[in-house]
């Protein structure tokens, strides 16, 4: 009985795996554009959606282009993207750790690519997964 039990153990073991509990991380890169131009500085998030088992993944965003290692990646599935870029409002506000006056900054991408982000994306395992985007702020 203990030689079957633990063969049956191993068994069911071996089913879960192949049915994708030990799914490989995947590499995703890409583009992003606001207006026709690449986003010059940015966070990109994929974010898995329901039936999709995570983790989160994410990368910054530099001259309009992605790349997050399959090591940092995301299993395969489909994800919510969100989208935040930020920039100086030119005001200052009194800085309370460092004394001085510290810089305000404004989340300038509209909140349809962000906190109620719109943008989805299908990541397929085996695949090359490039991604593009194309936002308009109007």
Not at 40 to 68: C, N, Q
Not at 75 to 84: L, P
Not at 93 to 118: F, H, I, K, T, W
Request: hydrophobic residues 35%; contains cysteine.
């Amino acid at each position: 009985m203990g030689v079957r039990r633990c063969c049956s153990l191993g068994t069911l073991w071996l089913m879960a795996a192949a049915a994708g509990c030990g799914s490989q991380r995947v590499e995703i890169d890409g583009t992003v554009t606001v207006d026709g131009r690449p986003l010059d500085r940015g966070y990109i998030s994929l974010r898995p959606m329901a039936g999709t088992g995570g983790p989160t993944a994410g990368s910054e965003v530099t001259d309009g282009k992605f790349r997050i290692a399959a090591k940092e990646g995301t299993h395969a599935g489909k994800f919510r993207v969100e989208i935040t870029a930020s920039r100086k409002t030119g005001r200052q506000v009194p800085d309370d750790l460092g004394g001085g006056m510290a810089d305000v900054y404004e989340q300038y991408l509209p909140a349809r690519y962000n906190a109620q982000s719109e943008l989805t994306a299908e990541i397929r395992a085996n695949e090359r997964n490039e991604l593009r985007f194309v936002l308009e702020t109007e």
